[in-house]
């Protein structure tokens, strides 16, 4: 079992940045894969950005150049550094980890980028 704590949600103006924290209670050298996701309203919950344990990592096209996401194998974090918000990416953003087999989630923080 993994839980995971995210926070940095907020509110944003528009060109903006935030940064989101997710923190593991399992080590992180033994999750394959950490990544965010996001869920819009009225819409499916998307990929955001992933990394893996070696840190190779991957983006949605629609993020790529502004988002960037990394992870603290001794602190169990992964952070997703959000810079020039756009009002598109407000939503709840989920915290995901890849850990033997099973996938585990965050509770999701909010995030809300306004014009």
């Known amino acids: 079992q993994v839980q995971l704590v995210e926070s940095g949600g907020g509110l944003v103006q528009a060109g903006g940045s935030l940064r989101l924290s997710c923190t593991s209670s399992?080590?992180?050298?033994?999750?394959?894969?950490m990544a965010w996701y996001r869920q819009a309203p009225g819409k499916q919950r998307e990929l955001v950005a992933a990394v893996s344990t070696y840190g190779s990592q991957n983006y949605a096209d629609s993020v790529k150049g502004r988002f960037t996401i990394s992870r603290d194998n001794v602190k169990n974090t992964v952070y997703l550094q959000m810079n020039s918000l756009k009002p598109e990416d407000t939503a709840v953003y989920y915290c995901n980890a890849a850990h033997r087999g099973y996938d585990y989630w965050g509770q999701g923080t909010q995030v809300t980028v306004s014009s």
């Open positions: 399992a080590s992180m050298f033994s999750i394959n894969v």
